[in-house]
């Protein structure tokens, strides 16, 4: 196993602090850019594009759509580096959205359970069901060694099935009713910067992390060493299924009802996740700042609908991943864990 106070490993840890760096000064220098136009030409495209982008409403708006993409692209990282690739976050998100409202449905709004109020009990109930999906996959991919990429699609797929017939049994729609009460944006705020801080202390500064890192990059060398590759990947598998959960069930809570119709109210949020993680080379500080940086562009393209401008949501929903796109091929810094998707016979 690598030495994390090697040469190399400094050296890749100091490559990720500057593109992270390098993402947090382009981001700045854009939001200055346009908030200098936007002054210099306040009856303009940029006057009405600064206005949206510096308002109150679109910094909700995007606290609350950039939950279940950084929480689950948070996710994505762990059972990723650990060498599982979990492309199944999109299914994960789906099954703990809906699964939340039926929680708090039952339990009722302004009711308790053992102290633990309505909300909370949503909260832990769509963890739970997240976590469950995410360790069949585990054992699936895992135990059995299937194609984690089919097994991944299986567990979306499945979601998507589920969610809605699920909803239409118990509530005779796809479409849930409102609760009537929802998860405001500053506590989906929160969870997000403490995921994300947590996430990365995790992973860089504990041995499960280190750990982690062995079992994507060189698995072979943390067998040797006595550590369970199987277990470490359990781990990393589990890991995405609870912050999924918690991403699925805060975007659901945020409004209050569980929307099943079309792609379901998690409308790919769970691929741009990977794609934010991607965009983030694999670091929770870049993830949070790609996954921002998405659910920006989604909540602005609201807000210039109002305003009469015909944006198709479709081409902005394409922007995350003409954005890795171009990264991968221009930058190239995304460095993919090198046992990624590859099964490990134990040699005990």
Not at 49 to 64: E, N
Not at 302 to 320: E, H, K, N, S
Request: charged share 10%.
């Amino acid at each position: 196993m690598r030495n994390p106070l090697s040469p190399a490993a400094l050296l890749e840890d100091a490559s990720e602090s500057s593109y992270v760096r390098s993402l947090v000064v382009g981001t700045v220098g854009v939001l200055a850019v346009l908030g200098v136009l936007g002054l210099a030409f306040p009856a303009s495209v940029a006057g009405d594009l600064a206005g949206i982008v510096f308002s109150t409403s679109t910094a909700k708006s995007t606290a609350r759509l950039a939950a279940p993409i950084v929480l689950a692209g948070l996710g994505g990282i762990f059972a990723e580096k650990s060498g599982v690739i979990n492309i199944g976050l999109e299914g994960l998100l789906i099954i703990s959205a809906f699964v939340s409202v039926y929680a708090a449905s039952v339990v009722g709004v302004g009711n308790a359970v053992l102290g633990v109020p309505a909300l909370g009990i949503a909260f832990l109930a769509g963890i739970a069901a997240s976590t469950f999906l995410a360790a069949v996959f585990a054992v699936v991919c895992i135990e059995f060694k299937a194609d984690q990429i089919i097994a991944g699609l299986a567990v979306w797929l499945i979601a998507l099935g589920l969610a809605p017939f699920m909803s239409t049994v118990f509530f005779g729609g796809v479409n849930t009713p409102n609760l009537g009460v929802s998860v405001g944006w500053k506590y989906s705020a929160t969870m997000v910067v403490l995921a994300t801080l947590g996430s990365w202390w995790l992973l860089n500064r504990t041995a499960f992390g280190k750990h982690l890192r062995a079992a994507g990059e060189n698995p072979k060398a943390l067998d040797t060493v006595g550590v369970s590759v199987s277990k470490v990947r359990y781990a990393g598998v589990l890991l995405s299924g609870v912050l999924s959960g918690v991403g699925g069930s805060a975007l659901a809570l945020s409004i209050g009802q569980f929307v099943g119709s079309g792609e379901t109210m998690v409308q790919g949020k769970g691929f741009i996740a990977i794609v934010a993680y991607l965009f983030g080379n694999y670091n929770p500080l870049g993830t949070l700042g790609a996954g921002v940086l998405f659910a920006g562009l989604d909540a602005m393209q609201i807000r210039l609908q109002q305003l009469g401008y015909a944006v198709p949501d479709t081409l902005v929903q394409t922007i995350p991943y003409v954005v890795v796109i171009v990264v991968l091929a221009l930058v190239g810094r995304t460095q993919i864990p090198e046992a990624a998707g590859e099964h490990y016979e134990t040699e005990e």
